[in-house]
C-alpha cells in the first residue's frame, strides 16, 4: 500500500498537489469535495488500471451520471456484468 500524507489548504484540491499516483495499491482518505474523485477519473485512469470503491451508492450513482460518456463501468448493489463488458 503506498501512504502519501498531504496537507491541504483551505479551497486546496488534492490535485493541486498530487498529480500521479505509484502503481500499486493506494488509498485516498480526505474530506468531502477535496477532489478525491475527480483525481481518481480525470487524472488516474488515462494513466493506468484502477478501481476505485465508494461508501455510498448514491456516491456511485452521482458519479455515473457525470461520467456517462467516459466508457467507465460503475457498479452497486447487486449489479452483474458480462465478461465482455468488463473486458
Known amino acids: 500500500v503506498n501512504i502519501n500524507e498531504l496537507s491541504l489548504d483551505e ?41 476505485m470503491l465508494c461508501p455510498k451508492v448514491s456516491q ?6 457525470m461520467y456517462a460518456d467516459k466508457g467507465i463501468i460503475f457498479c452497486y448493489g447487486t449489479m452483474k456484468f458480462k465478461d465482455d463488458e468488463l473486458s
Request: proline residues 2%; hydrophobic residues 35%; without cysteine.
Open 11 to 51: 479551497g486546496q484540491k488534492i490535485s493541486d498537489v498530487l498529480t500521479s499516483i505509484e502503481s500499486g495499491v493506494t488509498l485516498l482518505k480526505a474530506s468531502t469535495g477535496t477532489g478525491k474523485s475527480t483525481l481518481v477519473i480525470e487524472t488516474l485512469m488515462p494513466q493506468q488500471h484502477v478501481i
Open 60 to 65: 456511485v450513482k452521482q458519479l455515473k451520471k
